[in-house]
């Protein structure tokens, strides 16, 4: 396998598109460009070339103004996107951080000072920003997501968006995961935010401690809504296995008189995850079980995280 002279897949279209497109968008070709990017024996120089010429690509579409919200042509978006998934395999591109930041700023607007306000591209745009950013540099990517979230200009729904983003990628990341816990004990958050953030430590964090500091923090917030706190029970339950301090969490998290019967539900189960052979959450299961006021449904979970 070899690409002699990749110049030929940023000029192969036909005047006629009916007849074929440029073959660096080609689904065959790109695993091939991939490894070529990743391979060894390829000269640093060569590989630094071929990124910029993706970053610098014109479709011959004409020019295009930000203040419009699209800076690029179609084809020229997507030679962006094959040069972030790029600088995945050749991590020690030149232009990595800047091409990483660019598909953040596209994935989740920008702060315009003239504007005095947060604008977000275009859907088609943002929607591949989206796709291409777990395919990109995911050390870089997170460096880029947390920086986002820590913007003052950032509006509440964005910045859950990109606390969701971590959790897509930041798996096992300590950066990722301050970040998330930095955020669910900002008291300036709103609760969707907040719920975004205790779901991706869920998803990020299994068996950290910080992680699981702060979902216990959490939960034991008396103003906390119900939402919030069924989703920390949750993601403690996904990254506490063994954790006694998990553990005693929810142990007194379904002992509480005023507790709904879903918010039980989901800490009794969680328990039956993370408390395998630990005697104190069985007790509390069976004193739980043996409730008379207990409904069916809880009943029934109960038995089953005994189990």
Do not use: H
């Not at 995911?138 to 820590?150: F, G, H, P, S, T």
């Not at 964005?158 to 004990?185: F, H, N, P, W």
Request: charged share 30%.
């Amino acid at each position: 396998m070899a690409i002699n002279d990749w110049y030929e897949f940023l000029n192969n279209v036909p005047d006629n598109p009916a007849l074929g497109v440029y073959r660096i968008f080609a689904s065959q070709w790109k695993e091939v460009i991939l490894l070529w990017l990743g391979r060894e024996d390829v000269e640093r120089e060569e590989k630094e070339e071929f990124i910029q010429a993706l970053m610098k690509f014109d479709d011959g579409c004409g020019e295009f103004r930000a203040i419009d919200r699209v800076t690029r042509g179609f084809y020229e978006f997507r030679a962006y996107f094959l040069a972030a998934a790029g600088v995945d395999e050749w991590k020690n591109s030149d232009n990595a951080d800047a091409i990483v930041a660019e598909i953040v700023k596209w994935r989740f607007g920008e702060f315009k000072v003239e504007q005095n306000e947060w604008v977000e591209f275009l859907t088609p745009i943002s929607e591949g920003a989206e796709t291409a950013l777990p395919q990109t540099n995911r050390l870089k990517a997170i460096d880029a997501l947390v920086e986002l979230i820590n913007k003052p200009q950032l509006d509440d729904y964005t910045r859950s968006q990109a606390a969701y983003s971590l959790g897509e990628i930041g798996s096992g990341d300590q950066k990722a995961i301050d970040a998330l816990v930095e955020l669910i004990g900002n008291p300036q958050l709103d609760d969707s935010t907040r719920r975004r953030a205790a779901e991706s430590l869920g998803q990020i964090s299994s068996g950290n401690q910080k992680a699981i500091d702060a979902l216990v923090e959490l939960i034991s917030k008396p103003q906390l809504d119900n939402s919030t706190r069924r989703l920390a029970a949750d993601s403690l339950g996904k990254i506490g296995s063994g954790n006694q301090k998990a553990i005693d969490a929810l142990v007194e998290l379904i002992g509480k008189a005023q507790l709904d019967d879903y918010t039980r539900r989901l800490a009794a189960d969680s328990l039956g995850k993370i408390g395998s052979g630990n005697q104190k959450p069985i007790d509390a299961l069976m004193e739980l079980i043996g409730k008379p006021q207990l409904d069916e449904d809880t009943r029934l979970l109960v038995a089953e995280s005994l189990g």
